[in-house]
């Protein structure tokens, strides 16, 4: 079962059930998907968390506040996305590092 995650850290997750995992920011994945990840849909809300047809969660500091639809489409296409996600990842320019100092 893959997995679509709106993490607390303010980076989005896309787990498929085998392979490399996609991580980045809110900013990168709209890019690399071609559409921003849906806005969390309740104040406070620091989380989304959906499991393909086991989980669909709703969180504010690990506590679950409300459920979404146990079949999410949105995720589901997401998930299956994970090749060109991570395609366009990796035809990204790395971010530059600054000097230390």
């Not at 849909?41 to 969180?59: F, I, S």
């Amino acid at each position: 079962m893959g997995e679509f995650h709106h993490h607390p850290d303010g980076l989005i997750y896309v787990r498929p059930d085998t392979g490399t995992v996609y991580v980045d920011t809110l900013a990168h994945f709209q890019a690399d998907y071609g559409q921003p990840a849906p806005a969390l849909p309740l104040d406070g809300t620091d989380e989304q968390l959906y499991t393909q047809n086991v989980r669909h969660a709703y969180k504010r500091s690990g506590m679950v506040l409300s459920g979404g639809p146990r079949v999410y489409t949105w995720g589901d296409n997401c998930i299956a996305a994970i090749a060109s996600l991570l395609a366009a990842q990796a035809a990204r320019p790395p971010t530059p590092t600054p000097p230390p100092g």
